[in-house]
């Protein structure tokens, strides 16, 4: 079957990929990411623990609605990263009605590649390295 991190099962391989190069320059050692889509393919594909919480799929009016839903601390509250694509499996628009408001408090846009915005929680400086240089740019 080949390495269990091939991605080419996933219907957005590129698009996982431009992910992936993006965290690769933003995760620290331990850091976790979520995704404000459909699936997250990153900790799995970077062989890196999950979060706290989360979700394995989210489709609206599947496996949640703006009535029933797990709380936006739940989705996206134990991640370090989340990352938010550009061109969704699925569409949005119901993902951010619902924790677009959780994502703005919580998280900032720290970087973003043709494919993914990555917000990162505003309690970390935007990349590692700005901790031990003491910056915070952005």
């Not at 062989?47 to 489709?59: D, L, V, Y």
């Amino acid at each position: 079957y080949g390495d269990h991190r091939d991605l080419h099962s996933f219907p957005t391989r590129r698009s996982s990929d431009l992910g992936i190069h993006l965290l690769r320059t933003a995760l620290g050692p331990r850091e976790t990411v979520a995704t404000l889509d459909f699936s997250n393919p990153f900790s799995y594909a970077l062989e890196r623990p999950p979060f706290t919480g989360g979700s394995i799929a989210m489709q609206y009016q599947y496996t949640f609605s703006d009535q029933h839903k797990p709380s936006a601390k739940w989705l996206l509250g134990g991640a370090d990263l989340v990352m938010v694509p550009k061109y969704p499996v699925l569409p949005l628009e119901s993902l951010i009605r619902n924790y677009g408001e959780f994502l703005r408090e919580r998280f900032r846009l720290c970087a973003e590649s043709p494919g993914w915005f990555l917000y990162r929680t505003k309690q970390r400086p935007c990349y590692p390295a700005e901790a031990a240089s003491g910056q915070n740019s952005r």
